[in-house]
């Protein structure tokens, strides 16, 4: 298996009749998927999601990917293939747009849906082909098939990239429930066709790749439920993922069953539901669902409420409700269930919830506890299968952490895929088919570009790592005016703390310091503010340090007169 | 069930005969577990530990019980029983004993070694009494007896305790390996006799209350080591707790059949396994153990390290090995095993570690692929055998968060103990067992108290909630000398910003907006420093707020001439 060596360069020129692969997002993490394919000088792009940030990354609302290897090269890009409707596949497309608006965006038709409302929020209307599987478009000299494949939010298609170099597959996120609820399989006949045509470059999704074995079906979760809701004495409160149509379908049909409302809470659950049942993809029996502000009418046996929450997202309905800062009070006897997975970084978040809600009493469900979530993504077993079925000549693991993606090539590999030909890139890392091998040519840049309020890309690593050390440390302001011939302090010393957890107080102690450190300075003909400042915060932190064995930052300001 | 009030008040006297329970920690969190009980006026303290910090207290060492309900009752302790050697139930003791060095201290050899090592870095030498499985010892009015149980550490005993008020028993952490490393068993004849003698009250540990089934003997683990050990190729590398003495020694049987030397690495494992050693826990064969320098002579497939950082720790030798950050430079065909747990909250740290060895080209063998540990802590099937031995009157559980307490509680009531005996308590919160019955009677102060460098308890909530800003939304400082008459700014202002992501440059815009807002405040004839400043901050905050979308925190200095 061949690695990205760490000193990679530029790539060279792509040799004629080769075809390009690049990853600018979801290799070595799991997010911001965007894999950028070129042929004969043209570019096809398929998804532009976000990652969400974890704790090292404070205060960030969102990370796209580094578009700066295509900016140049914008009117090179015939369009923008989105395999589903998740923010982690769909999230970054206004920000791609805002640089070329018209930019033409190729999926199915609740993935365009979603996409369009999102882009509605950013004042863009895109233009848009709505594509069905398959169907058969030429986007520039791209000659595209989409295949039908079954994931956590409907209408999900993998595409097959047909150029001269050769047949590349790009899965997208996928899974293989045998029994899906809306009978919409992933199609392993067209797979199995295109295996036989010869697929040449087989980008294939590794979320699940170390989970062995198979993904029960979603509809398994229906039992569970009914179980659920049939010893419910009070409220059911369900809080799922706002685009997770087929689970909440099942909520709705577990609620009608037992003679319950439904009201769904949260922006992004009436909105995305709203366009499910206007697109056909969510029925609702009429009258089922009704506006939160009727359910004070209802008997708490007769109601449901689905919210979103369920990661424990602290400006959530959920999360306020279990820290009883929302107009819904959880009492003893309610029953709440988070009807998702657990994204790992989001456990405190979540068990935070779940203790808050059983301090009042309420009877919490969740994947810990019940089988009320399966995942979206193909665990090993399927991979297995998919690879057997496919027979790629190459293989290049997508969507996951290094973990992940060793883990698929390893499988890739057991089933028979040459070791030399299934290559484990990262984002950024370029990787070329040239006469039908998969090789890695070099490298583009791919970092993490930060979204923080207004601002795209101003927030850099050096604030995020300021951030981290106000945040662990505290800071302390020093201001002092300095008479720079004697090196008497003639004005201040200022100090302030925040966060240090030092009381002003007891800055008066380092004062004298201060004196001290500051004439000593004049002596030796110190006067340059900058070195003065440097001075302060040397003498300032080491007072600290040494008094309470602590680091704050430390801003000084030194005024000369 | 009875749950606590949330608006409980200071407690009533407590009634002569009667023992009252207070658990300072450990009931509402895993970590930091204290229980104090009282007699006719005398204390027992069983376990004095500390919790970790979570995201949530940034840049936090470390977290103490409030020792406040018991600091003035110094004199009436008549002694600290630990039940066994983990950071989570003597990390607290230095700083108990720093309020009063003489209160003796009661555990088992191993326990008191470890307390004893820990002490001295404190300079404190403590008075100490060892028991062992089956002692009585009358402690003050308390008529002890020692029971041995079975934990993740050897040496670990439950206490049981009589007075006249009846008999209280707490389990301490345990679980009921039938087939335990060192032949020690969880004395389910000791708990069998109490139980006839009568439980009036039961504290038993609830950390794996939710999880179904037993916990797999820790022997299970050498089969999969040897397999490990076998396909091993270069070195082999094994992250545990520095404490796990049976994990470790599992390790050292493993090397020593596949012919490798073991070198430890990192303070407490070297310190911990020294203890172990000497006093016959660990069985070392001659020649086996080896200094970390020499293993540069020998070849690849004959070492073994030992080191810590199983959690992610950032500094400790794993972490900084997955960064190429340390001697040790990882390389293709090494193996790395996680033997260890992966607590709550630790996910993202310990996969950054995993990807960033497995980007090396490290195998690394972990809880998630392989079972490579087992859990410490009784789960609910070994909880249901254990009370249907006890057969308590009361229970409270113990060590755990609501969700742990209330599963627990459940188990309990399954097997029969009336739901109305069933006290969930929290931190704080004071149960009496008077006449046979335990009831919750009131509350009494047990908030957090934060260790930070040498400063205990002097970071408050509202420092940490400085930091949590800081951390998000980093500062800005602003400096400006103002004529207090005009409401000119004849010096300054020194704008100067971290963490914010905005250029100290951009802050030329915000100048005229401060001069003209101080000259208004000057026609209105305000004049106070504090209120200036406010309007410093008002100024400076709704530019940001409105360029920017960001509320950094803003910390101004207003000197008036």
Redo the contacts between chains.
């Keep these: 298996m061949s690695?990205p060596h760490p000193e990679l360069g530029p790539p060279p020129k792509l040799p004629e009749g080769g075809l390009r692969v690049t990853p600018l997002g979801g290799l070595?993490e799991i997010g911001r998927n965007m894999t950028v394919f070129e042929y004969g000088g043209r570019l096809l792009i398929v998804d532009c999601g976000v990652l969400f940030p974890?704790?090292?990354q404070?205060?960030i609302d969102l990370i796209l990917p580094d578009f700066s290897s295509v900016r140049d090269r914008l009117d090179d890009i015939d369009g923008i293939v989105l395999t589903h409707g998740h923010e982690d596949h769909i999230g970054g497309v206004p920000y791609l747009l805002r640089e070329k608006a018209d930019i033409p965006l190729i999926g199915s038709k609740l993935t365009l849906a979603l996409i369009e409302a999102k882009l509605q929020e950013h004042r863009i209307r895109p233009y848009t082909l709505e594509v069905e599987e398959g169907h058969r478009e030429r986007i520039g000299p791209f000659e595209c098939e989409f295949v039908s494949v079954n994931h956590s939010i409907p209408d999900a298609l993998a595409v097959a990239i047909r150029t001269p170099a050769g047949l590349a597959v790009h899965t997208g996120d996928f899974k293989m429930d045998q029994l899906p609820l809306d009978g919409r399989l992933t199609d392993l006949r067209a797979f199995s066709r295109l295996g036989e045509e010869g697929i040449d470059l087989l980008l294939c999704d590794s979320t699940n790749a170390?989970v062995p074995g198979f993904v029960p079906p979603e509809r398994d979760i229906s039992g569970v439920l009914r179980q659920v809701f049939s010893s419910a004495q009070k409220r059911i409160i369900v809080a799922s993922f706002a685009s997770h149509v087929h689970r909440i379908q099942q909520i709705l049909d577990a609620a009608h069953e037992h003679g319950r409302r439904v009201a769904f809470v949260g922006r992004s659950m009436v909105r995305n539901m709203g366009i499910a049942r206007d697109l056909g993809y969510l029925k609702v029996p009429a009258g089922l669902v009704v506006d939160v502000k009727t359910l004070d009418d209802l008997p708490d046996d007769e109601v449901v409420l689905v919210c979103t929450g369920s990661q424990g997202e602290p400006m959530a309905a959920l999360s306020r409700m279990a820290n009883r800062d929302h107009q819904i009070r959880i009492v003893q006897g309610d029953t709440v269930i988070l009807a998702s997975s657990l994204i790992?970084?989001n456990?405190?978040a979540v068990?935070r919830v779940?203790?808050?809600l059983?301090?009042w009493?309420a009877n919490?469900v969740h994947k810990?506890?019940a089988k009320v979530h399966v995942s979206g993504h193909a665990s090993a077993g399927e991979l297995l299968y998919f690879y057997n079925i496919c027979q790629p000549s190459n293989v290049m693991p997508v969507h996951g952490?290094?973990?992940h993606l060793?883990a698929n090539a390893e499988l890739a590999a057991k089933t028979g895929v040459p070791p030399a030909n299934i290559v484990i890139a990262?984002d950024g890392v370029v990787v070329d088919l040239v006469g039908g091998k998969a090789k890695i040519t070099g490298k583009v840049q791919a970092g993490y570009v930060?979204v923080?309020?207004?601002?795209v890309g101003?927030?850099?690593e050096s604030?995020?790592k300021?951030?981290?050390?106000?945040?662990?440390?505290?800071?302390i302001?020093v201001?002092v005016v300095v008479d720079s011939t004697t090196g008497k302090i003639v004005?201040?010393p200022?100090i302030?703390s925040?966060?240090?957890?030092?009381?002003d107080a007891a800055f008066a102690a380092v004062i004298p310091k201060l004196d001290e450190a500051l004439a000593r300075s004049a002596q030796d003909g110190v006067a340059e503010t900058h070195q003065l400042q440097q001075l302060v915060r040397r003498t300032v932190g080491k007072w600290v340090s040494d008094?309470?064995?602590?680091r704050p930052?430390i801003?000084p300001?030194v005024?000369e007169v």
Aim: hydrophobic share 20%; net charge negative; aromatic share 8%.
């Design positions: 690695h070595g974890e704790e090292e404070p205060g170390e790992p970084g456990e405190n068990y779940i203790n808050g059983t301090r009493g919490v810990g506890n952490e290094w973990r060793r990262e930060y923080d309020g207004l601002s101003d927030v850099t604030s995020l300021d951030r981290r050390i106000l945040g662990d440390e505290g800071i302001s201001f004005g201040g200022h302030q925040r966060g240090s957890g030092i009381d008094s309470y064995r602590r930052m801003l300001v005024v």
